[in-house]
Nanobody, 124 residues
Framework: QVQLVESGGGLVQAGGSLRLSCVAS????????MGWFRQAPGKEREFVAA????????YYSDSVKGRFTISRDNAKNTVYLQMNSLKSEDTAVYLC?????????????????WGQGTQVTVSS
């Protein structure tokens, strides 16, 4: 069982930056691929970014590519999402997810564990 706790959300002006963190419980964090998803009110949960177990492979949705960076520190059981050049359309609840596989995926149904989410609000 893996428990995930996100932090770092908040209110920021358009063009600003935030860094989200997700801390995982358990001693096998390094064996999980990790992902970030987001969900805006009335919309489907959508893929944002994913990272493989070692951090050597990363994937991004087209909407955030070049602005967001996913990274992980296996010694700290933590995955990060650095968000730069934020836009109003980035406003959503951001959720961290863990997949019981070393290899990441953009599909939400491939992930086995989810955090509660952290709210990101970008004002224009």
């Amino acid at each position: 069982q893996v428990q995930l706790v996100e932090s770092g959300g908040g209110l920021v002006q358009a063009g600003g930056s935030l860094r989200l963190s997700c801390v995982a419980s358990g001693r096998t964090f390094s064996s999980y691929a990790m992902g970030w998803f987001r969900q805006a009110p009335g919309k489907e949960r959508e893929f944002v970014a994913a990272i493989s177990w070692s951090g050597s492979n990363t994937y991004y949705s087209d909407s955030v590519k070049g602005r967001f960076t996913i990274s992980r520190d296996n010694a700290k059981n933590t995955v990060y999402l650095q968000m730069n050049s934020l836009k109003s359309e980035d406003t959503a609840v951001y959720l961290c997810a863990a997949r019981s596989s070393p290899w990441s995926s953009y599909r939400r149904y491939d992930y086995d564990y989810w955090g509660q989410g952290t709210q990101v609000t970008v004002s224009s």
